[in-house]
């Protein structure tokens, strides 16, 4: 029988695998891993979402997240517009942002979107659900930490 900590192991390795990939095909499509999470989750939202709300899905420093989000403004690729709360702008893609997402993370989503239809409905339930249980007690325990 496996330890846990064996299968931490594993589960570690699974996670810096995903990572890699990602941070790999970002790279070959010419992106920072920034930039690619910010068009990633615009192409989620459907081109338009607030400033904050990536921020809180793309799990990367504000800071970081807001130097990428002004280069891709300033190279005109997104618009930041204003909204009713000061502290947080409107992020939509310009014409030649959407180009830019076309030809990037639409063709990874794509991709993803292809793996997910090899597993049965039952196995991307499962595995959404242990997934989230074992993503949930971590945070539950790192509470804890001092």
């Known amino acids: ?81 204003s909204t009713n709360n000061r502290r947080s702008k409107q992020v939509t893609l310009t014409p030649k942002g959407l180009a830019l997402a076309e030809k990037t993370v639409d063709r990874i989503i794509a991709r993803e979107t292809d793996a997910l239809a090899s597993m049965t409905p039952d196995e991307k339930e499962t595995f959404l659900q242990l997934y989230r249980k074992y993503t949930d007690l971590l945070n539950e325990n790192m509470k804890t930490l001092a």
């Open 1 to 81: 029988m496996k330890t846990n900590l064996e299968y931490l192991s594993k589960l570690n390795n699974l996670i810096k695998e995903n990572d890699d990939i990602y941070r790999n095909v970002a790279k070959r499509l010419g992106l920072p891993d920034c930039t690619f999470w910010i068009l990633y989750s615009l192409r989620e939202k459907e081109n338009s979402t607030t400033q904050s709300e990536i921020c809180s899905v793309i799990y990367l420093p504000k800071q970081t997240v807001n130097s990428a989000m002004k280069k891709l403004e300033n190279d005109g690729y997104i618009e930041l517009l």
